[in-house]
């Protein structure tokens, strides 16, 4: 499988986050969402399990995903009313993936925390 599954599931996740926008605001938004799936991915596992924040920490600082952020990634690719709506869409679209997450069974989220440094790495070949 050339996506991992934790990756895999955040993203999924990442790409049912509804918004109200235009087609092509929804289009950026969908890659916001998947660009960040990881960095969320992050975020809740330092919160749930933090025995493995360090080597998380280390595989994101190495991956590609590092190098993006929603919101820059908003102001390369719209303008405008639409871009202003998308910046104020991102906080909420944030917290409904890192609320999904957490809401995973609690034996699912931590092999997705412990697979993420290796999930990171099978994405790596993907990765334009």
């Keep these: 499988m050339l ?3 934790p990756v ?5 996740m990442a790409v049912a986050t509804p918004i ?5 605001g929804d289009e950026i938004f969908w ?6 799936a990881p960095r969320i991915l992050k975020a809740v596992c330092e919160d749930r399990f933090p025995e493995y924040k360090e080597q998380n920490a280390t595989a994101f600082a190495a991956s590609p995903y590092v190098q993006v952020i929603g919101d820059d ?3 390369k690719l719209e ?5 202003i709506k998308l910046q104020q869409a991102l906080p909420r679209m944030r917290d ?3 609320t999904g997450l957490r809401k995973l069974n609690t034996d699912v989220l931590e092999r997705m925390c412990k697979g993420f ?9 993907a990765w334009p």
């Excluded at 895999?8 to 999924?12: F, I, Q, S, T, Y």
């Excluded at 890659?31 to 960040?36: F, L, N, Y």
């Excluded at 303008?79 to 871009?83: E, N, R």
Aim: some cysteine.
């Design 3 to 5: 996506i991992a599954r």
């Design 8 to 12: 895999l599931v955040a993203v999924c």
């Design 20 to 24: 109200l926008a235009s087609p092509r």
């Design 31 to 36: 890659a916001v969402g998947i660009v960040e």
């Design 73 to 75: 990634l908003v102001n």
């Design 79 to 83: 303008d405008g009313p639409q871009k």
């Design 96 to 98: 409904m993936q890192a």
């Design 117 to 125: 440094p290796e999930s990171l790495l099978k994405v790596l070949p």
